[in-house]
C-alpha cells in the first residue's frame, strides 16, 4: 500500500474515530455512540470481543487528554472571542490566534494518535469494512438533508 493510500484511509478512519470521539467528549455520551462497542457495527465488521475490548483500552486511556486538550482548547477560543470584541491590538490577537491553533492541534494530534493505535488492532479487511461503513452512513446523513459537518 503506498503512502498516499495509507494516508487517505487513515484520513478516512480518523473521520469516523472524530465522531466517535466527539460523542464520548460530551456529557451524553453513552456505548450506543462506540461503533467498537456496538454490537450492530461490530457484527458487520467482524470485531471479536478481545478486539473490542482492545478498541475501548485505547479510546480510555486517551480520553482523559483529549478532555483536557478540548477544555483548553475552549478557553483559548473563549478568550479570542473576547478580544475579538474588546481589543484591537492586532499583537495580542495575534497571540491569542497562536494559542487557540496550538491548541486546536494538540486535540487533533491526540485524537490521530488514538486513531493509529485503534487501526492496528484492526484487520485490514475490517477498516475497508469500516470505511464502506462509514461512506454509507455518510450518504445516508446527506439523504436525510443532514449534509457534511462542518
Same mark, same amino acid.
Given at each position: 500500500?503506498?503512502? #498516499?493510500?495509507? &494516508?487517505?484511509?487513515?484520513?478516512?478512519? =480518523? @473521520?469516523?474515530?472524530?465522531? +466517535?470521539?466527539?460523542?464520548? /467528549?460530551? $456529557?451524553?455520551?453513552?456505548?450506543?455512540?462506540?461503533?467498537?462497542?456496538?454490537?450492530?457495527?461490530?457484527?458487520?465488521?467482524?470485531?471479536?470481543?478481545?478486539?473490542?475490548?482492545?478498541?475501548?483500552?485505547?479510546?480510555?486511556? #486517551?480520553?482523559? &487528554?483529549?478532555?483536557?486538550?478540548?477544555? =483548553? @482548547?475552549?478557553?483559548?477560543? +473563549?478568550?479570542?472571542?473576547? /478580544?475579538? $470584541?474588546?481589543?484591537?491590538?492586532?499583537?495580542?490577537?495575534?497571540?491569542?490566534?497562536?494559542?487557540?491553533?496550538?491548541?486546536?492541534?494538540?486535540?487533533?494530534?491526540?485524537?490521530?494518535?488514538?486513531?493509529?493505535?485503534?487501526n492496528r488492532v484492526l484487520t485490514p479487511e475490517q477498516r475497508a469494512l469500516l470505511q464502506a461503513m462509514h461512506d454509507r452512513h455518510q450518504r445516508e446523513r446527506g439523504a436525510r438533508g443532514g449534509g457534511p459537518r462542518p
Open positions: 500500500m503506498t503512502f #498516499l493510500v495509507r &494516508r487517505r484511509v487513515l484520513v478516512r478512519l =480518523a @473521520l469516523v474515530v472524530a465522531s +466517535a470521539i466527539a460523542v464520548a /467528549l460530551s $456529557a451524553s455520551a453513552d456505548e450506543r455512540s462506540k461503533w467498537w462497542v456496538s454490537r450492530e457495527s461490530r457484527a458487520e465488521l467482524g470485531i471479536s470481543d478481545a478486539q473490542s475490548a482492545q478498541l475501548e483500552a485505547v479510546f480510555q486511556s #486517551l480520553l482523559p &487528554r483529549l478532555r483536557a486538550e478540548k477544555q =483548553a @482548547l475552549d478557553r483559548e477560543d +473563549a478568550e479570542l472571542t473576547r /478580544l475579538m $470584541a474588546e481589543s484591537t491590538d492586532e499583537a495580542a490577537l495575534g497571540a491569542a490566534i497562536d494559542r487557540v491553533e496550538a491548541a486546536r492541534s494538540a486535540v487533533n494530534k491526540t485524537r490521530t494518535w488514538m486513531l493509529v493505535r485503534m
